[in-house]
């Protein structure tokens, strides 16, 4: 059956559910999408009556009020370990870092759970729900046990030891908020891409806008938390700072379950796992083949994929596990007269959905060291600016060194504005391609302004320590770590935002959480390995008595050398993966037209079933 076929019967079926006479006219298929997507009662999605903007910007609002509720905890929570819980500063540093980096880990549970059984609605609602009841636990329990005596938890007054059931209790809660938003954070970027058809023009170029103006949401929601909250809670008033965390992600859920009868749904594919074990088993069955695989003939089913989603075509490049679909000398096997053995014999879309992971992979580790470049705002930045004079004009008030964020923050708004209004159609007016740089040159550019804010706070690192005196830290100004701060606010546009945009399309239809997911880990590993970094060259540096380049007192270490460190380390992955772009080829689904888009290398024949 090929492509045009399935396209065929699935529209015939369309008109059939809508009980339409076989005189129909012939584009009543056009008010349907042709992505696979269905409505809350399982019927194909109907254009104009599910998902658009109306649905997409119900989940841009739902992602807004939910980073605020997240980062009302995250922003400050390493001040409330020494402040409330009375943990020393490397204590704290260690656990806010191995916690943040759980909430990504979780994203794949999130992911795996979202493509293989719930879906990603029922995904997003229930990880939601444990979110919110997290939330409220940590209120609760910050109100009634944890803020004793009453006032405690600022600078100057810090609170009461605390027992362990009422610490058992705040680290449940603690990672019931992990669990929850980690769990959420990977399938609701790619459900709201779900309300945008792939398959028609305009909807597909709303489809790529809507992962810019979700980062832009998130960082509009991180923006209240860094400004409003940071001061609340930096005040001592934990309990109503969580309470507002509380009452948006509920506000959250709400909103986001009022849309269930708009959005459009991508129906779960089953354990992705367990397909890609059956690819690697067949494969190494057939491992004496004598022939190569390309020169035979490789099994393709005629009916829907075994993943539910489209059909990829083969393509060239990891060639072992073509052996997987490889039906040999007996063409009997992929007949229907006997059933195929999954982990004998896979289908060529199954073997391409490896592929393509296998292929994203190496994409994918060049990513995470730009993790490590962009987790130094909130830690060395804010230290650095911490050694810096932070007065102002106004009597009693200085700048706090975490909130200076929010440059980071308004430059990200700004970049992600003047992209879609100016630079995309100024370079698609160039090349001729519609939707301006492509994701993988955006993503280098990225490396490349990671590596230029290193390099900026280095050089203003130089010039603080030259600055500084004996009655203070420094007297450069801390408004001049402003160019690095939206150095890394236009780079994480360019990385996190292509990043996103990328694996989604890259992923097969089975995958698409998982990609999502994927970004996440990048941003886990980031920051465990720049714990390593950390430690590694603090501990290289810090021999025969000298204090290291990074100690408590910065006057009296190189923290300019460790970030010139960062930025030659930036540089250098940069260089590894303008190998690996360039390399890189794409797969292809079955019903594109053009057989030679994004490097395919041409379809075999498949044997017939």
């Known amino acids: 059956m090929s492509a045009n076929d399935g396209d065929m019967k699935m529209r015939v079926i369309v008109m059939e559910g809508d009980e339409t006479t076989s005189n129909a006219p012939k584009d009543v298929c056009c008010d349907y999408t042709l992505d696979g997507s269905v409505d809350i009662k399982g019927s194909p999605a109907v254009k104009g009556k599910s998902g658009g903007w109306l649905a997409g910007g119900l989940i841009l609002v739902n992602q807004g009020l939910a980073t605020l509720a997240f980062f009302g905890v995250n922003v400050n929570l390493v001040l409330f370990l020494t402040r409330v819980l009375q943990q020393s500063n490397g204590d704290a540093a260690n656990n806010v870092s191995k916690w943040t980096g759980t909430v990504y880990m979780f994203s794949l549970i999130g992911a795996f759970l979202s493509d293989s059984y719930w879906g990603r609605y029922k995904t997003c609602a229930i990880f939601q729900a444990i979110f919110v009841l997290g939330l409220g636990l940590l209120s609760l329990s910050s109100r009634l046990y944890l803020i004793r005596p009453v006032g405690c938890g600022t600078e100057h007054v810090p609170c009461e030891p605390h027992s362990g059931a009422e610490l058992g209790i705040f680290y449940i809660a603690l990672y019931m908020i992990a669990f929850g938003n980690g769990g959420y954070q990977p399938n609701v970027a790619t459900f709201g891409a779900d309300q945008f058809d792939s398959e ?118 990891f060639r072992f596990l073509d052996r997987a679909a490889l039906v040999g000398p007996n063409p009997k096997l992929a007949t229907c007269t006997q059933p195929r053995d999954p982990w004998r014999l896979c289908t060529v879309t199954q073997v391409e959905e490896v592929k393509s992971i296998l292929r994203l992979l190496p994409i994918w580790l060049c990513t995470i060291l730009y993790s490590v470049v962009f987790t130094q705002m909130a830690s060395l930045f804010v230290v650095q600016g911490a050694a810096m004079r932070r007065t102002t004009r106004f009597p009693g008030f200085s700048v706090p060194p975490s909130s200076m964020s929010a440059f980071d923050i308004l430059t ?70 402003v160019p690095q701060y939206a150095l890394i606010g236009v780079s994480e546009v ?29 941003m886990s590993l980031g920051n465990y390995f720049s714990d390593v970094i950390v430690s590694a060259v603090t501990k290289a540096t810090a021999v025969r008595g000298q204090p290291g380049w990074i100690p408590a007192d910065l006057n009296e270490g190189h923290l300019d050398k460790f970030f010139f460190l960062l930025a030659v380390l930036a540089i250098a992955d940069f260089a590894v993966y303008l190998v690996c772009a360039r390399r890189y080829r794409s797969g292809t689904v079955d019903d594109r037209s053009d057989g030679e888009e994004d490097g395919m290398a041409g379809q075999v024949v498949a044997a017939p079933v």
């Open 200 to 317: 028609d023009p305009s909807e597909a170029h709303s489809k790529v806008s809507f992962f810019s103006y979700f980062y832009l949401a998130l960082n509009l929601g991180s923006l209240f938390s860094n400004t409003f909250l940071s001061f609340l809670e930096d005040e001592g008033n934990w309990a109503l700072g969580f309470w507002v965390s509380t009452a948006a992600a509920a506000t959250a859920l709400l909103l986001f379950i009022s849309g269930t009868l708009r959005y459009r749904y991508i129906r779960p594919t089953g354990n992705p796992v367990g397909r890609i074990f059956q690819v690697a088993f067949a494969a190494c069955r057939n491992w004496k083949a004598g022939v190569s695989p390309g020169a035979e003939t490789l099994y393709e089913s005629d009916e829907k994929a075994d993943s539910g989603g489209r059909k990829l075509l083969h393509t060239e490049g």
């Open 412 to 481: 990200v708004a700004a970049t992600i504005f003047l992209y879609r209004r100016a630079v995309c159609p100024f370079v698609a007016r160039l090349t001729g391609r519609r939707t301006g740089p492509t994701e993988l040159q955006r993503m280098g550019l990225g490396l490349v302004l990671g590596a230029m804010a290193m390099a900026t706070a280095g050089t203003v690192e130089h010039f603080r320590k030259g600055h500084a005196t004996a009655a203070m830290s420094s007297d450069l100004h801390i408004m001049w770590q």
């Open 494 to 522: 360019m990385m996190y935002v292509g990043q996103l945009e990328f694996f989604n399309g890259e992923m097969p239809d089975a995958l698409k959480s998982f990609g999502s997911a994927l970004c996440m880990m990048s």
